[in-house]
């Protein structure tokens, strides 16, 4: 990874895609997957997975190489713009605090040479003294004392990492998601979802309780150690097709009209594949358990120069059954999105109605 060492007041803004982007994508599908169905699809975390163009999966937290700076930007950007992105429950600010230790110490183990996390007991309580070299962050603060951060402790590590986070509670006999911070939604609001129950939450997704996904999901979650993390990769062709990572629901008059101007110029190039890498940590403090959400974009026109990806993406999409590619948002466009995947780069051809190119 390549970070730059020298301290900035502010996170820097660097072309995006950057040249190592490819290679460092979370591909969300194992070599022999033709048909994807929804289930409990956990493994065990920090475990290096080889892809087609390269590999991931080192560390909980993907820093992005290059790209930490344009996204950290943005990050910030949308919490100055919109306090709304953060929302905690009576309650959790305990969680929040276990979170953002959890984090630091995992970031200076991970990061040694950009992150540094200095410990002490004092009188006044367990000292912290953080530093983030890539993003000039030099901040000294005691746990529990909200007074000496400069925000809550839920914004001040939303404001070091890239990923969404995302704390679950035991309330009612039920897992409850009661704080999080997030500004990269596909298609849902932070705001509208905070309080709800796993069963309410995922209510919307098409057959996903009916098939006992969310019972067992709740009962992993339930059961998951305290000393063993683990991580579960989602996909979508994004709602929006150009990289924009805030797709959220508070954001929709800016890319609803994305899709349907990229439909009718026919434009599936610029047509993302989104895909979010979540973490699922029993906090050692409070047992919270942590849903993190860090969320990677492709376009097909990158797919298209990794020949294994194309293929398995056009079989798994165009398999896909119509309630799921509904829900995700892509049933209407498929097929020619498809078609303009998989056809041999450089022949002009016109797609038919069924998505297939005209030959
Ligand atoms: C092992 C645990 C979990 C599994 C297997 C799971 C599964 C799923 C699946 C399959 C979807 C549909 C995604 C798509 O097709 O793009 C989904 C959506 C979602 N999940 Fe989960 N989930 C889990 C845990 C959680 C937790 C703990 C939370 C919250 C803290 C959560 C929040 C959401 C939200 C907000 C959505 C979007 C729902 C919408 O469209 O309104 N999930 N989940």
Known sequence: MTLTTEPATEPVARPFPTRGHTARLPWPF??????????????????????????????????GGEEYGAIMAERRRILDADPTRVRVMP?????????????????AASYPHVMELEE???????R?????????????????DAATLPCDP???LGREVPDDLLLVKERDGRLHFDAGLVTFAAAWSVSFDVGMSMDEIHQPVPGLTRAGVTARAE???????????????NWTLSASGSRKLDVSLEELPEWGTDIPALVRDEDWGRLQLRIEVEHFIRLP??????????????????????PAWRDQLAQVVLELPEDVA??????????PAMAWLTRPTGVAGATGPDGRTAS
């Not at 033709?34 to 290096?48: H, L, W």
């Not at 403090?285 to 990794?306: C, K, P, W």
Request: aromatic share 12%; net charge neutral; glycine share 8%.
């Open 326 to 335: 509904a829900y995700k948002g892509f049933l209407d466009h498929r097929g």
């Open 30 to 63: 194992p070599d022999d997957l033709t048909a994807f169905r929804y289930s409990v699809n956990v493994e065990p975390a920090r475990v290096v997975r080889r892809t087609a163009a390269g590999e991931w999966g080192a560390h909980i937290v993907d820093l």
């Open 128 to 144: 912290f003294h953080w530093r983030n070299h890539a993003l000039g962050t030099d901040q000294v603060f005691v746990l529990g």
């Open 154 to 156: 839920l914004t001040f």
């Open 91 to 107: 309650g959790m600010e305990p969680a929040c605090w276990d979170l953002l230790v959890y984090y630091l110490r995992d970031l």
């Open 120 to 126: 002490s007991v004092a009188p006044a309580g367990d």
């Open 285 to 306: 403090m409070t047992g919270a358990v942590t849903f993190n959400i860090r969320t990677h974009m492709t376009s097909l026109e990158e797919i298209r120069q990794v």
């Open 219 to 233: 009962q992993f979650l339930r059961r998951l150690p305290a000393d063993q993390v683990y991580r579960r990769v």
